[in-house]
Every structure is written in C-alpha cells, then in structure tokens.
C-alpha cells in the first residue's frame, strides 16, 4: 500500500483473542483463572471470592489478606517455594505478570500478562515456583485480596524476590 509512512517496517499484529472473546495466550501449567459473575443491583454488588465446592483448587483456605497499590506502582517480582497463591482481583486496573521459574515444568520461562481490575474481576491461582508481580495500570488505586495456600510465616518467609530490572525475567513492567 503506497502514501503510508513506516509501512515498510510495520509489523502485522498477530491475533490475541478469538472470535468467542476468549485469550489466545498460552498458560502457564497450573494458572487458572476464574471470573465469578457479579450480582448487581439498585443497593450495590455482590461477587463470591472463593468457595472449595468450586473445584478451583485443592489448597485449604488458611489465610487471607488485602493489598492495594497505588496508581503508577509496581509490586514484585515475588516467588515462593512451598506456597500457592490464590489472588482475587476487584478494584481498579491491576497487570499481572507471571514467569514460570520451574524446571521441571512443561510451560519453564513461559510468560503470562493478564489485566484485571473493577472492569474484569478475577480468582487467579499462582502456582509454586512461578515469579509474580503486579502493576497498577490505571489512575486509581487497585486492590486484591490473597488467600495463599500456607499461613505466613513471619520468622521465615517463604518468599524470594528479585528487583524489578533483572536479567531472569524476560519482561519489563
């Protein structure tokens, strides 16, 4: 096509949802994603969090707690050992990224971006071994609840981290 400047070194951009709307990304093994409804109506919202009778995991529920992140923010990168985490995603624009650090995985150094907020709520599990950070992409704080798999341990944290530049993660948040 002529009378277009930079076509010449445009690239096509390749599909990243289906025709259903449904994400053409590739999880990462062990990633799931559940997006409970919410209920609406003329008092407020209601969305369930988590419930075993859903299957989502076999983790017990042993612990929970609320973060937020401030517009612009970034929390990670963040990896544990022993623990899963199951982080539910409701408020403002939040992107999570995960990079699959296991060995012995099918899906090793296998990237994940997911964005969830207000807008599309979300019951994410994070398997052991998987690096995880998150962003607030949006101009509001955002907010997640977690409820990992193992209580916190404060005399002995299972958690690593690495600083956000780093030569392990191919990405840059």
């Not at 096509?1 to 449904?22: F, H, N, R």
């Not at 995991?57 to 707690?65: N, R």
């Not at 899906?107 to 207000?118: A, D, I």
């Not at 956000?164 to 993660?169: F, H, M, Q, R, S």
């Amino acid at each position: 096509m002529a009378g277009i400047d930079g076509l010449e070194q445009a690239v096509k951009d390749a599909a990243t949802v289906a025709p259903d709307g449904s994400s053409l990304q590739e999880r990462i093994a062990g990633v799931e994603i559940r997006r409970p409804p919410t209920h609406a109506d003329e008092r407020g919202t209601i969305t369930e969090i988590f419930d075993l009778r859903w299957g989502f995991t076999e983790d017990p529920l042993v612990y929970v707690y609320h973060v937020t992140v401030t517009p612009g923010q970034t929390k990670g990168w963040v990896l544990h050992r022993e623990q899963n985490d199951r982080m539910f995603v409701y408020d403002g624009v939040l992107r999570v990224v995960l990079c699959d650090a296991r060995d012995d995985s099918e899906t090793h150094r296998r990237l994940n971006v997911f964005h969830f907020g207000s807008h599309d709520r979300a019951l994410l599990s994070i398997p052991a071994g998987v690096w995880h950070a998150v962003k607030n992409v949006g101009v509001s704080e955002a907010s997640f609840v977690n409820l990992p798999s193992r209580p916190y341990e404060h005399e002995n944290p299972d958690k690593l981290r690495l600083p956000l530049e780093n030569d392990v993660i191919p990405y840059r948040l």
